[in-house]
Nanobody
Framework: EVQLVQSGGGLVQPGGSLRLSCAASGFTFSSYAMHWVRRAPGKGLEWVSEINSDGKSISYVDSVQGRFTISRDNAKNTLSLQMNSLKPEDTGMYFC??????????????WGQGTQVTVSS
């Protein structure tokens, strides 16, 4: 079965850094685009970042551009999100998600369990 198991997250002060990881199994990881999506308290889902199957096409929501870096290691079936210069508005639940295609369609067919990121002083 398709599984996305997340790790990382936690509590950090503004300006700090966190790294999220997503371990994939049950499918050919290197054949699919991947995404990071978040939900802030009291708000709906917000797309954060995406990366195509070979890692050559990457994009971010404007609010995290220059601060977050998405990456993947297809040999280890792992997706990562390095988050630097964190702001309180980055607080929320973060989810890794599998695209149905090898490019970034944002049509999701599998989700990680989510991990909490809290940015507060």
């Amino acid at each position: 079965e398709v599984q996305l198991v997340q790790s990382g997250g936690g509590l950090v002060q503004p300006g700090g850094s966190l790294r999220l990881s997503c371990a994939a199994s049950g499918f050919t990881f290197s054949s699919y685009a991947m995404h990071w999506v978040r939900r802030a308290p009291g708000k709906g889902l917000e797309w954060v970042s995406e990366i195509n199957s070979d890692g050559k096409s990457i994009s971010y929501v404007d609010s995290v551009q220059g601060r977050f870096t998405i990456s993947r290691d297809n040999a280890k079936n792992t997706l990562s999100l390095q988050m630097n210069s964190l702001k309180p508005e980055d607080t929320g639940m973060y989810f890794c998600a599998k695209d149905k295609e090898n490019w970034n369609t944002r049509d999701i067919d599998a989700w990680g369990q989510g991990t909490q990121v809290t940015v507060s002083s």
